[in-house]
């Protein structure tokens, strides 16, 4: 069974996806399998069923989100009345991402807590639906009658598109010249990380073109040439001020890429042929963000489409 998870992962990374799915649906169902099976189910926009395989057999297999803490899971009981912790999983970029069920839980009459990395405080905090944002294991999170992962969020309501994130910070002001953030790696721990890095080159080749400004921080850092700035990135909250003063941020997929998104930005992310689950449904747009628009690898990175695309949008600007 090992060898046939590795074929159908290797079908999946060279993007023959309905093969690695044929082959996934001849094995037994371990978790392994019914975490794979999930992704694929939100290849093809099944949200809700996708993210249960992926919630029982993700988390089973230690592939997906974090382990379980105290008190009881929600399960859609009546929230009127009621506290919910909406525990932030994964990296920050999910943190970033998944904050945004705080909303529709506040919608059916809970008080909602948000529990978040350290440092993401400052911006989730006042996300629309939070109540209360503490960091993960902190003394001061109050008591709760339910709690949510929130990478299961998709499980439990539809995705939302729009921009959910207006939080009090410094803005910077936009420069004259069309401006353009740059962001080309991101966490090298994340287990697929090889496979969301591109070239770095044809990237900072835009700079011909645009204003551009790097967005990249503690990780792949490299010399940058004459012409390419350097964002302030010494807290989330500074990095935001930061985007907002962005014409269009083009990323891997990081939290930089789900930050900009969520405060409306302009994003373009060039993804690998087997991406994250957020961006498996086909095409050039998301079903998370109406302001992501997707690169997506096939023989090559789409270099020369996203020039063009860039090249048209200055002109018309």
């Known amino acids: 069974m090992r060898h046939d998870l590795d074929k159908a ?53 230690g592939v997906f989100g974090s382990p379980p803490i105290a008190g009881p899971l929600w399960n859609f ?9 909406l525990r932030g999983e994964g990296g920050f970029g999910d943190e970033i991402c998944n904050v945004r069920w705080a909303e529709p839980l506040s919608a059916l009459g809970a008080r909602v807590i948000a529990t978040c990395q350290a440092n993401l405080l400052p911006v989730l905090a006042t996300a629309p639906g939070v109540a209360l944002a503490c960091a993960h294991g902190g003394a001061g999170i109050p008591t709760y009658d339910y709690w949510l992962p929130a990478m299961s969020g998709p499980y439990y309501f539809d995705v939302a598109r729009g921009a959910y994130l207006m939080p009090p910070f410094e803005r910077r002001a936009k420069s004259e010249r069309f401006t353009v953030g740059v962001c080309w790696a991101g966490n090298p721990e994340f287990e697929h990380d090889q496979r969301r890095r591109f070239p770095i080159e044809p990237l900072l080749a835009l700079r011909e073109h645009v204003r551009l400004v790097s967005f990249q921080r503690d990780h792949a850092l490299i010399d940058l040439p004459a012409g390419v700035d350097t964002a302030c990135m010494t807290t989330w909250a500074e990095t935001a001020g930061e985007l907002v003063g962005m014409d269009l ?25 087997c991406p994250y689950y957020p961006w498996a449904v086909p095409g050039t747009r998301s079903v998370w963000y109406d302001s992501v628009r997707l690169y997506r690898q096939t023989e090559d990175w789409p270099f020369a489409q996203l020039k063009a695309d860039l090249e048209a949008l200055t002109h018309a600007a």
């Not at 009981?77 to 912790?85: A, F, R, S």
């Not at 997929?253 to 042929?273: E, F, K, Q, Y």
Request: glycine share 10%.
């Open 249 to 273: 941020v083009i990323s891997s997929c990081t939290a930089v890429a789900h930050l900009a998104a969520a405060l409306g930005i302009p994003t373009w992310i060039l993804i690998p042929r």
């Open 77 to 85: 009981e009546n929230l009127e009345g009621k506290t919910v912790l």
């Open 9 to 61: 992962r290797a079908l999946a990374v060279a993007g023959q996806h309905d093969e690695a799915e044929h082959v996934l649906r001849s094995l037994e169902p371990s978790p392994r399998v019914l975490f794979n099976l999930g992704w694929h189910l939100c290849r093809r926009g099944h949200w809700r069923a996708g993210l249960e395989l992926m919630h029982y057999g993700g988390r089973e297999a």
